[in-house]
């Protein structure tokens, strides 16, 4: 589990239409993020995050505003950095909204009205694999003769994870192991020698279809909104969250039934 200390790292844009759901959630959103910019509606955000690009890691957006609305300011920032995360905030359900909020290059979304806890745990689990994937470059784990060192890190981690130096897998953490009952590596590589051997074929989740098909199947899923990166591994639901940086990949697993307060500790 990510630490909640590490959201100091990290600086957030919210907009929101709503005067008192803006300034009630931009406060309590400041005791958990080093900055926190703020914007009223999707005009203001483009602006906002044009001016402060290098400081803003996320993006909290409603749908519904006045002169741009939030899937409309997606598509323009996503335009300018096509990695940054966004997260919607939305009352809509709906399959129509889906398909536009991947249009727009939406990376999450939370119904209305918001729970904070699902919302941090969300953004836990987004930055969670670009953390792995800086302190793995800064100790230099992925070299060969830091095998061990790379099991012992991704092991402190208690949900799954891969690393994969372009599509070769370099390690897994017990977390995994244990989950699909297989006793070493060595053994999960003779079972499951892609990524996407690991998700089930079900109605609905098409993803281990889709990545099969592509010859570079890790930098096709990087391409894919997270609405499409929902998987079913022994009958649990998963989203995968990934970071990259050249030929070094790394993938974490968050069980969607642990997006909940009792997780959190708020």
């Known amino acids: 589990m990510i630490d ?25 959103l400041e ?3 080093k900055k926190v910019f703020v914007a009223a509606n999707g005009e203001q955000g483009i602006q906002v995050y044009n001016e402060n690009r290098d400081d803003i890691d996320l993006i909290i957006t409603d749908i519904k505003m006045p002169k741009t609305d ?9 335009e300018i950095n096509e ?5 919607v905030t939305t009352a809509y359900n709906s399959s129509s909204f889906f398909v536009k909020a991947i249009d727009a290059g939406i990376s999450y979304y939370t119904m209305k009205p918001v729970d904070l806890y699902k919302l941090i745990s969300i953004i836990l689990s987004i930055i969670q694999a670009n953390l792995i994937k800086k302190e793995i470059l800064k100790k230099e784990l992925h070299k060969q003769e830091n095998t061990l060192l790379l099991k012992d890190f991704i092991n402190t981690y208690d949900n ?13 953490n ?8 297989v006793s070493s590596m060595e053994e999960f590589h003779k079972k499951y020698e892609n990524l996407y051997e690991l998700f089930e074929d079900d109605f609905g989740f ?17 391409n894919l909104s997270q609405i499409e990166k929902t998987i079913k591994i022994n009958n649990d639901i998963f989203t995968i969250n990934h970071s990259n940086a050249d030929d070094l990949f790394v993938i974490s697993l968050t069980k969607l039934s642990q997006i909940s307060k009792k997780n959190l500790n708020l």
């Open 83 to 87: 990695n940054i995360p966004i997260i």
């Open 206 to 222: 098409t993803l281990k279809e889709v990545l099969s098909e592509k010859n570079d199947y890790l930098k096709h899923l990087i």
């Open 31 to 33: 005791f958990l993020f």
């Open 70 to 78: 939030g899937l409309e300011m997606s598509k323009k920032i996503k």
């Open 174 to 181: 017990d977390n995994l192991l244990d989950f699909l009952e």
């Open 4 to 28: 909640k200390k590490h959201l100091k790292n990290i600086s957030i844009l919210y907009v929101e239409d709503d005067t008192n759901i803006r300034e009630f959630t931009s406060k309590l």
């Open 160 to 172: 799954p994870v891969l690393i994969y130096n372009k599509s070769k897998l370099l390690s897994v």
